[in-house]
């Protein structure tokens, strides 16, 4: 978010005083989406989606890798993610179906450690009113904007990390137990 757009927003919510108590409800609401059952729904979903997908062998039709494997700024990595383009194009996101499949290679063997949701803020948009951010079972998903460090266009996303825990959340972008050393 540029500078002048973050103080205009401090500056609306400094002016939202008497809102105080329904911004702090809706943000603990907002947070509490990212824990408990909601999350065990979404990481049981995509482990039955993708459970014969787990060796990289069996990527299903219309799924290529891209970008190599993607390693954090400061601890941990992404994997290599194998998107598919078909997926990637649609305004849908069904638990059953992830834009991209997320696999580490350790010892000469791929296997999958998550799944990436995707979709880009235009296509979302043209369907959706500009304040409908994109939910995956109950999970809001992330913006990032464009420019950004893979080329995209403005887009949201949400990682699952349904097959490698991650001990900083099950929808924390970067994994410090997922490495790009074995690539």
């Known amino acids: 978010m540029s500078i002048v757009r973050?103080?205009?927003?401090?500056?609306?919510?400094?002016?939202?005083s008497s809102a105080t108590p329904f911004i702090s409800q809706l943000t603990a609401a907002q947070h509490a989406s990212h824990t408990g059952s909601s999350a065990s729904v979404l990481v049981d979903a995509v482990r039955e989606a993708t459970r014969e997908f787990r060796?990289?062998?069996?990527?299903?039709e219309g799924y290529g890798a891209a970008l190599g494997?993607?390693?954090?700024?400061?601890?941990?990595?992404?994997?290599?993610?194998?998107?598919?383009?078909?997926?990637l194009m649609d305004n849908e996101l069904d638990p059953?179906?992830?834009?991209?499949?997320?696999?580490?290679s350790?010892?000469?063997?791929?296997?999958?450690?998550?799944?990436?949701?995707?979709?880009?803020a235009s296509?979302?948009?043209?369907?959706?009113?500009?304040?409908?951010?994109?939910?995956?079972?109950?999970?809001?998903?992330?913006?990032?904007?464009?420019?950004?460090?893979?080329?995209l266009p403005a887009h949201y996303e949400i990682?699952?990390?349904?097959?490698?825990?991650?001990?900083?959340?099950?929808?924390?972008?970067w994994n410090p137990r997922v490495s790009c050393e074995g690539q």
Not at 6 to 16: K, P, Q
Not at 55 to 60: H, L, M
Not at 96 to 104: F, G, N, Q, R, V
């Open 6 to 16: 973050s103080v205009i927003f401090v500056v609306a919510l400094a002016s939202l």
């Open 55 to 60: 060796d990289a062998r069996n990527v299903p």
């Open 69 to 87: 494997c993607v390693s954090g700024p400061d601890a941990g990595a992404m994997g290599v993610h194998f998107v598919n383009a078909e997926l």
């Open 96 to 104: 059953k179906h992830p834009e991209a499949l997320i696999y580490e």
């Open 106 to 120: 350790k010892n000469g063997v791929a296997r999958l450690v998550g799944v990436e949701f995707i979709v880009f």
């Open 123 to 151: 296509v979302w948009h043209e369907t959706h009113a500009p304040n409908d951010p994109p939910l995956v079972e109950g999970q809001l998903m992330h913006f990032v904007e464009s420019p950004n460090r893979f080329g």
């Open 159 to 173: 990682h699952v990390w349904a097959w490698r825990d991650n001990p900083n959340g099950p929808f924390v972008d």
